[in-house]
């Protein structure tokens, strides 16, 4: 549930195209690149709409139609009624679903970061890391789906309940091999070359109290030019990650506000919550789609080929009805992520006390990433994770005035 949640949340909508100066120099925006970013983001969020639209429409003509029955018959026929053909029918419709989404996600993933000189990958670099995407769901999705539907036969009513429980600790282990199987996968990692980097990041993790393992540069220069920073792992493989892009673009005291909100995530345990704030959604979730998956198989049984929701076959229908519960839930689960992302802002501010350097780090992340420093209100509310940058900077300056430190510059909204 939480995974097809946070899947539906990676499309942003972005407004602004900011050019990025010298790293120690001054942002600098012009009207021309102002036009060409609101060109680009409103492509971006009109590939957003239609992508939703057409999955919806898809999907209910995938499933009403009586299709995905017919898959499930297929593959039951050439494998059995048995693990294996349900594995297999668990396979078609993954293929499916990939094979159906990947001329839009190539379009907005590659066509439009190429057009806007955002991206330099090529493309059979681009459709192998899809191809590895794709293997690596299944080799989740088969299993995972397997036991679902395992659990709802053993307990047909309380099989919601039951797998809310079990998401736990597979999201806690998941968070633990992901930073040591999964990431590698897809980016080179490799210790920071510049050691006197590692020492400021590590003595500004000692002073928060955090142990990390290592840090880490991964080469996200290969596919674009964002840039990013995470805390990757739980417990002993917890290590602090920079894209090679952060390091190339941005001043130390820039990459040490940046991973110093990172470590106020830490702090505040916002892994534990978020994965506690999780569970209560997937809860919410998961007893919404239970009701609406069996009333809509008394009504639309005949339809879709089965009434069962023991059956594999209803799987396109919990996927259709899942993504419904998704974008009803998003705009409270970004509420809340916007909450904590504002608290790791204040504890970056208050450790560094450089609210100047937080500000420039801002503006030029804004900068890099093509993120979206004053979105709509609309926009903000429903599909963003993170405050407006506009508002993050105008938090650096109350800040600076309330504690006596030099105050940075307004940014001036677009």
Do not use: C
Not at 60 to 69: D, E, I, R
Not at 293 to 321: C, M, Q, Y
């Amino acid at each position: 549930m939480q995974g097809a949640v946070k899947y539906i949340r990676i499309a942003r909508v972005m407004l602004l195209m900011i050019k990025l100066a010298e790293p120690s120099g001054k942002v600098t925006i012009d009207r021309e690149e102002r036009d060409r970013a609101r060109r680009y983001n409103r492509q971006k969020e009109q590939l957003f709409l239609i992508g939703l639209l057409i999955s919806w429409v898809a999907g209910a003509f995938f499933v009403f139609s009586g299709l995905a029955a017919s898959v499930w018959r297929s593959a039951a026929n050439l494998a059995g009624r048995e693990l294996k053909g349900q594995s297999l029918a668990l396979v078609f419709y993954a293929l499916l679903s990939w094979v159906f989404s990947l001329p839009l996600s190539f379009y907005s993933g590659y066509i439009l970061e190429h057009r806007y000189n955002l991206s330099h990958q090529k493309i059979p670099a681009w459709l192998w890391d899809h191809v590895k995407g794709l293997g690596l769901g299944l080799g989740l999705e088969v299993p995972g789906a397997n036991l679902v539907y395992a659990v709802i036969r053993r307990w047909p009513r309380a099989w919601w309940v039951i797998l809310t429980g079990l998401s736990l600790p597979f999201t806690v282990l998941l968070a633990q091999l992901f930073p040591v199987l999964v990431a590698p996968l897809f980016n080179k990692y490799e210790p920071v070359r510049d050691e006197q980097l590692v020492e400021r990041l590590k003595a500004l993790a000692a002073k928060s109290g955090i142990h990390v393992a290592s840090v880490m540069q991964m080469d996200m220069s290969r596919r674009t030019k964002k840039a990013n920073a995470f805390f990757a792992g739980i417990g002993p493989t917890k290590r602090i990650v920079l894209a090679d892009t952060l390091i190339e673009n941005f001043t130390p005291e820039e990459i040490e506000v940046i991973v110093a909100h990172e470590m106020g995530h830490q702090v505040h345990r916002d892994i534990w919550r978020g994965i506690a704030i999780g569970t209560l959604f997937t809860f919410a979730g998961s007893y919404t789609l239970n009701r609406l998956a069996r009333f809509t198989l008394r009504r639309f049984g005949g339809r879709i080929g089965t009434s069962k929701l023991d059956n594999v076959a209803t799987l396109p229908l919990l996927e259709w009805l899942l993504s419904f519960v998704g974008i009803a839930l998003m705009p409270v689960q970004n509420a809340y992520s916007r909450y904590i992302e504002r608290e790791a802002d204040t504890y970056a501010l208050e450790l560094t006390k450089d609210p100047e350097s937080f500000a420039s780090a801002m503006e030029r992340l804004a900068a890099l990433n093509l993120s979206d420093p004053n979105p709509p209100a609309l926009v903000k509310y429903v599909l963003h994770s993170h405050p407006p940058i506009i508002d993050r900077v105008d938090h650096a300056r109350e800040y600076a005035r309330d504690h006596g430190l030099p105050v940075p510059e307004p940014m001036q909204p677009y």
